[in-house]
């Protein structure tokens, strides 16, 4: 398939490094020469540098042969228009755009990127997919990362392992003897920053940060054999009222729980305009690091805080200060990967990675066929993929135990019919099971062809 990402900043370039990696025809179009020259030096991909939204420079990236066209600038109306360009002047069939503008977002002005209008096909929002991760992890507080999976009947759970876990030093196919009834299995471990995924007779030691596929009715019971109790989170503090904090907010405000929330926005332009927008949120002007301003804001009584302004230090920095003011749970914005190792040694409980959340979103839409849900973990080491299976698939009819999965790849959750159940040796996969695979990122070519799908069109 040949497609091209106008955009070369963080997702832009994750986009590319996965479809790349998949033998796809790659261009990537930005005005910046120097984000060009990081993408072709580091992926196979061809490089243009210019203006997204001008039909010359998209024909000098291909768009006359183009699949698909991703737009993800960071101009919502270039994203527009490159899109509406790709269709009008070189019939491309496929169109994404990140927009992050609320007023683009609304629902009543959703006939505006019809065909006959403005021709997006789909339309992707980081603030939009940012809360919507925030209200997972308020979920699940003692999960450093959660995402949900078989609409919404499975869940996967990224837990520390502590001094105090139950299962710690036990062999994983022993959990399944002790736990005969939890619908739970560990599809993968980072251990000492290596992450992989684990053979039946790896234990889990204290340190590792182990991903764990569960039901969704067994999220609480699968916290506690880890250690971890749950309490629900009622009294929040954001850290941020940008785009991203006023999205979460708005988003508490509409959730079936009584969740009382304050805000604290250093600038006092965007405070003024995130107080405006929200009906029952406090909204604090000051700096989100200072004692004070926090104590006013009750964080010694608050279930939780969330860091979410637009600079990843602090983030950082505003939820070790919250930390240290007794606030039980932390959560902090982390745009650089590099930065989540360090989170454990500055105790910090959580924390939400806009591009991962973003990529995989566009990941979700790229890959066509039976694909219903794809999550990218970490530097977009692996993936989890939720597709069903076709009649022609490998897997049709077989015991899982009789599949020839690379040894990267492991079977979290089969769905049959309404019903989830946990994956054993003995489980046979039928056509039109929907099955979700953890596999590590040189794994998912081999992962798609036994599921039978394919990124290209059909």
């Known amino acids: 398939m040949k497609v091209i990402i106008c955009g070369a900043g963080q997702v832009g370039w ?46 000098r990236a291909g768009a006359f042969d183009a ?33 992050r503008s609320q007023s683009y977002l609304d629902a009543i002005y959703s006939d505006l990127y019809r065909r006959d209008h403005l021709p997006i096909d789909v339309v992707i929002s980081p603030e939009r997919e940012v809360a919507a991760a925030a209200m997972q992890r308020l979920a699940a507080p003692s999960a450093f990362d959660t995402e949900t999976f078989m609409d919404g009947k499975a869940q996967l759970l990224g837990i520390t392992v502590e001094e105090d876990c139950p299962v710690v030093n036990t062999p994983l196919r022993q959990l399944t003897d002790l736990f005969s009834t939890l619908r739970a299995i560990v599809v993968g471990v980072r251990r000492e920053g290596t992450l992989f995924a684990p053979e039946p007779g790896d234990q889990l030691f204290v340190g590792d940060a182990c991903y764990v596929f569960t039901h969704a009715d067994d999220v609480d019971r699968t916290m506690e054999v880890f250690g971890k109790s749950e309490k629900k989170k009622d009294r929040i503090v954001i850290v941020g009222g940008g785009n991203v904090g006023l999205e979460v907010a708005r988003t508490l405000e509409t959730s079936s729980r009584r969740i009382r929330a304050k805000m604290i926005e250093r600038n006092r332009a965007i405070a003024e305009r995130a107080a405006e927008a929200l009906e029952r949120t406090i909204v604090l002007n000051g700096d989100g690091m200072d004692r004070a301003l926090l104590a006013e804001a009750g964080i010694n009584r608050a279930d939780a ?11 950082l920095l505003a939820a070790v200060r919250a930390k240290a003011e007794g606030c039980p749970l932390t959560i902090a914005l982390v745009n650089d990967p590099t930065l989540v190792p360090m989170m454990r040694q500055l105790g910090i409980d959580a924390y939400i990675n806009p591009r991962s959340t973003t990529v995989s979103s566009i990941l979700r839409h790229i890959r066509h066929g039976k694909v219903r849900q794809v999550y990218s973990l970490g530097d977009a ?20 135990r009789d599949i020839d999965f690379p040894e990267g790849v492991l079977v979290g959750a089969v769905r049959k019919g309404q019903d989830v159940v946990r994956p054993a040796g003995s489980l046979r996969i039928d056509e039109g099971d929907v099955v979700a695979l953890f596999a590590m990122a040189d794994d998912v070519p081999e992962v798609e062809r036994l599921m039978q799908v394919s990124i290209d069109f059909f």
């Not at 986009?15 to 196979?44: C, F, K, Q, W, Y």
């Not at 860091?307 to 602090?314: I, L, S």
């Open 381 to 400: 080491e692996a993936e989890v993929i939720e597709a069903e299976v076709l009649s022609t698939s490998p897997m049709a009819g077989q015991m899982i």
């Open 305 to 315: 805080m969330l860091a979410v302004t637009d600079d990843d230090k602090t983030n």
């Open 14 to 59: 994750q986009i590319a490094r996965h479809l790349s990696g998949e033998l796809n025809d790659v261009t990537v179009v930005d005005s910046n020469p120097e984000l060009v020259r990081r993408a072709t030096d580091t992926l196979d991909v061809q490089g243009i540098a210019g203006f997204a939204s001008y039909p010359d420079v998209l024909e």
């Open 67 to 99: 699949d698909m066209i991703i737009a993800a600038t960071h101009s919502d109306e270039v994203n527009m228009v490159t899109c509406q360009v790709a269709h009008s002047v070189f019939s491309i069939q496929r169109k994404i755009a990140r927009l």
